[in-house]
């Protein structure tokens, strides 16, 4: 699909938020940045967050909530960047919120019941006034954690895990009528979706081993590697793809409704996607190993996210 570049030169762009006015924002994981980009293309750091931003989304408060993964180390392959492993410098996992008026930053999360979060990756807020998150955990190359899911409140006052035993959780996205969670995997390319039965409850969970209690939903064809996602108008899950670089758009039943392939020079690591604009038809894009935004005119409107016009002013 073609597209424009908005901007170059980001450090290993990820968790874009479209804002009201036309600016966006991204988290730089390797730089350990909230960063807001222009129209124009023109870039601002709203904060300093350290660790590995790897996710946001506005709150009920017109704060940006960042799932942070406690760092990252950067590393090229083949002229790309990508980013992995566990740094001398890793400062453990957590959640903030960053005002974006003076950016200031408030961690909420570290922990949840004495356990440490040990990689939040993405995460979306209900109508409720909470968020739920995904935890894709470390390795180290040798070992590796079991993924989690947890739900917790924007006021930093609850925190609860409703799912594990995952294999490297990573995008996370409810249904436009808030009764589906998604969930993608990484290193397996599957998405799984369990029913939302109450504001932070889904049924299945921590009963059902390796899944973490999730109904299967669909699975990449070939050697795919899949990173977050987002939720189209219609209810369609649109997963962004490494290796194989694009959008798989997936539909509620589970059938690929088509796959949008990215060439954005040769860059494997298509990571994120949200929508904006009038009509959410523009979707903007994360080409992470090369340190681009894209933008695009999109087949089909995008979700509008809950708190999406709740926006603190600069």
């Not at 935890?135 to 590796?144: M, P, Q, R, V």
Request: charged residues 15%.
């Amino acid at each position: 699909m073609d597209y424009t570049t908005v901007t170059k030169n980001l450090q290993f762009p990820e968790g874009p938020v479209a804002l009201p006015g036309g600016d966006v924002l991204v988290v730089e994981l390797l730089r350990g940045t909230l960063t807001r980009i222009a129209p124009d293309g023109t870039t601002t750091v709203v904060a300093e967050l350290g660790g590995g931003p790897n996710g946001a989304a506005i709150g009920p408060d017109g704060r940006a909530y960042v799932a942070n993964n406690g760092g990252l180390m950067g590393f090229p392959v083949g002229g790309y960047t990508f980013a992995g492993g566990i740094p001398a410098d890793y400062q453990g996992g957590s959640i903030q919120a960053v005002d974006l008026s003076d950016g200031s930053v408030e961690t909420l999360y570290t922990q949840c019941d004495g356990a440490p979060l040990r990689g939040p990756n993405d995460i979306v807020f209900d109508t409720e006034g909470g968020f739920y998150f995904t935890d894709f955990g470390k390795s180290d190359g040798l070992t590796a954690d079991r993924g989690k899911v947890y739900y917790a409140k924007a006021d930093g006052s609850s925190i609860t895990l409703l799912a594990g035993g995952m294999e490297g959780p990573n995008g996370i996205g409810l249904s436009p009528d808030g009764t589906r969670l998604y969930v993608s995997e990484t290193y397996t390319a599957r998405v799984w979706w369990w029913e939302v039965t109450a504001p932070g409850a889904i049924q299945g969970g921590l009963t059902l081993g390796g899944s973490g209690g999730g109904n299967f939903l669909y699975t990449a064809p070939g050697y795919t590697n899949f990173d977050s996602l987002g939720v189209d108008a219609e209810g369609n899950v649109c997963v962004a793809s490494m290796i194989t670089a694009g959008i798989s758009v997936i539909s509620p039943d589970g059938e690929l409704v088509e796959f949008v392939a990215i060439d954005a020079d040769g860059d494997p690591g298509i990571t994120n996607i949200c929508w904006g604009g009038p009509d959410m038809r523009t979707a903007f894009v994360t080409a992470s190993s090369t340190g681009q935004l894209l933008q695009l005119d999109w087949n089909r409107a995008g979700h509008r996210l809950a708190n999406s016009d709740a926006v603190l002013t600069r």
